[in-house]
C-alpha cells in the first residue's frame, strides 16, 4: 500500500505535538522582562522538547521519502512511535515545573528512551516489508542511533543522583542529532529518476526531444 497517508497523518500529529507544548506555555504574570524569570525552566524545557519534535520529524521525513511501500506492520510500529511522542508535552511541562526533582528528569529520559527504541523499531520493520535490495539497506553503520540510548539510559541514573547532569546529557544528545546525517539524502541522490535515461525499462530505447525547429522523425510500427 502507499505511504501518503501514513506520512500525513504523522505530520499532523507532530504538528499537535507542537502546538500542545505551546499551550502549555504560560502568560508573564508582569510588563518587565522580571515577569520571564520565573517561566525560564518551562520555557527551556519546551526549547529541548521541540528540538527533539523537530529531529524526530526531519528524520521521519527521510525515512519516508526513501520508503517505498509500507504493510501493516509498518502502520503500527509508526503509531508505536507517535504514542511516545505524543507522551512529550507531558513530561516536558512535570520536568519544567519540577527541573531539580529527580523522578520527572528520569520520566523524561525513559520517555526519550523508549521513542528512540520505538523510532528504530520503525526502521527495522521498514527494512523488513521493503526486503534486502530497499534503498534503506545502504544506510547502515549508525553511530547516533546506537549511542543515543547509552546516554538516555546513563541520564535515567544520573536524574536521580544529579539531575542537572542528566540535563545536560539530553541536551548533548540533541545537539549531537542536529548534525545533518546525509546518508539518505544520497541514496536518494543516486537513485535513477522517473525522467532518468536509465530509468527506461529493459529492450525500451530512450527517446530524445526534437532539436528546435525540426520536425519530429516519424518511427514505423
Same mark, same amino acid.
Given at each position: 500500500?502507499?505511504? @501518503?497517508?501514513?506520512? %500525513?497523518? &504523522?505530520?499532523?500529529v507532530? %504538528?499537535?505535538?507542537?502546538?500542545?507544548?505551546?499551550?502549555e506555555?504560560?502568560?508573564?504574570?508582569? #510588563?518587565?522582562? %522580571?515577569a520571564?524569570r520565573?517561566?525560564?525552566?518551562?520555557?527551556? #524545557?519546551?526549547?529541548?522538547?521541540?528540538?527533539y519534535?523537530?529531529?524526530?520529524?526531519?528524520?521521519?521525513?527521510? !525515512?519516508?521519502?526513501?520508503? @517505498?511501500?509500507?504493510?501493516? %506492520?509498518?502502520? +503500527?510500529?509508526n503509531?508505536?512511535?507517535?504514542? +511516545?511522542?505524543?507522551l512529550?508535552?507531558?513530561?516536558?511541562?512535570?520536568?519544567?515545573e519540577?527541573?531539580s526533582?529527580?523522578?520527572?528528569?528520569a520520566?523524561y529520559g525513559?520517555?526519550?528512551?523508549a521513542? &528512540?527504541?520505538?523510532?528504530?523499531?520503525?526502521q527495522?520493520?521498514?527494512?523488513a516489508?521493503? #526486503?534486502? @535490495? &530497499?534503498?534503506?539497506?545502504?544506510?547502515?553503520?549508525?553511530?547516533?542511533?546506537?549511542? &543515543?540510548?547509552?546516554?538516555?539510559?546513563?541520564?535515567?541514573v544520573?536524574?536521580?543522583?544529579?539531575?542537572?547532569?542528566?540535563? #545536560?546529557?539530553?541536551?548533548?544528545?540533541?545537539?549531537?542529532?542536529?548534525?545533518?546525517?546525509?546518508?539518505?539524502?544520497r541514496? !536518494?541522490s543516486?537513485?535513477?529518476?522517473?525522467?532518468?535515461?536509465?530509468?527506461?525499462?529493459?529492450?525500451?530505447?530512450?527517446?530524445?526531444?526534437?532539436e528546435?525547429g525540426?520536425?519530429?522523425?516519424?518511427?514505423?510500427s
Open positions: 500500500m502507499g505511504k @501518503e497517508r501514513l506520512a %500525513a497523518f &504523522s505530520d499532523g507532530i %504538528a499537535i505535538i507542537i502546538t500542545i507544548m505551546v499551550l506555555l504560560r502568560v508573564p504574570q508582569g #510588563g518587565d522582562l %522580571a520571564l520565573p517561566l525560564l525552566p518551562v520555557l527551556l #524545557g519546551y526549547v529541548l522538547s521541540f528540538i519534535v523537530g529531529i524526530y520529524w526531519n528524520n521521519h521525513h527521510h !525515512l519516508l521519502a526513501a520508503t @517505498e511501500r509500507v504493510n501493516g %506492520a509498518v502502520l +503500527w510500529a503509531m508505536h512511535l507517535l504514542f +511516545w511522542l505524543s512529550v508535552p507531558l513530561s516536558t511541562a512535570w520536568m519544567g519540577h527541573r526533582a529527580s523522578a520527572p528528569t520520566t525513559v520517555l526519550l528512551l521513542a &528512540s527504541l520505538a523510532y528504530w523499531l520503525l527495522r520493520t521498514i527494512l516489508a521493503q #526486503g534486502p @535490495e &530497499s534503498r534503506l539497506a545502504a544506510v547502515k553503520g549508525d553511530i547516533k542511533g546506537k549511542l &543515543s540510548p547509552v546516554f538516555y539510559t546513563l541520564a535515567i544520573l536524574a536521580f543522583v544529579r539531575p542537572w547532569l542528566a540535563d #545536560g546529557l539530553y541536551v548533548l544528545v540533541a545537539l549531537m542529532w542536529l548534525i545533518p546525517d546525509r546518508r539518505i539524502e541514496v !536518494l543516486d537513485s535513477p529518476g522517473e525522467g532518468d535515461a536509465s530509468a527506461a525499462p529493459t529492450g525500451a530505447a530512450a527517446v530524445s526531444p526534437p528546435p525540426t520536425a519530429p522523425r516519424r518511427t514505423r
